[in-house]
């Protein structure tokens, strides 16, 4: 399966792009998966632990399986005061 990622704030300044493709996939894996796999394929975006995956408008949970139609996004921790 082939995914195409969005990534935001500090993910995207990691990566030095907006979007990121990852192929080669199972046919269906889930949140964690995702994680370790795009991990293992780009480690210049560091640790994937705190980050959230958006599914369309809707946060993930571990344990959701994604699928190739589906449109992900990536958001790192955001702090501020």
């Known amino acids: 399966m082939k995914l195409k990622l969005e ?9 030095g792009r907006s979007e990121l493709v990852l192929e080669g996939l199972p046919e269906e894996l889930g949140v964690d998966e995702l994680k370790a796999a795009l991990g293992r394929a780009h480690p210049e975006l560091g640790s994937l632990e705190h980050v ?3 599914v369309g408008t809707q946060y993930a949970r571990a344990g959701q ?3 190739a139609q589906d449109a992900i ?5 955001v702090s501020g005061g």
Not at 7 to 15: C, K, N, T
């Open 7 to 15: 990534l935001y704030a500090a993910l995207r300044e990691r990566a």
């Open 52 to 54: 959230s995956v958006v």
């Open 73 to 77: 996004a990536l958001l790192p921790p």
């Open 65 to 67: 399986r994604l699928g």
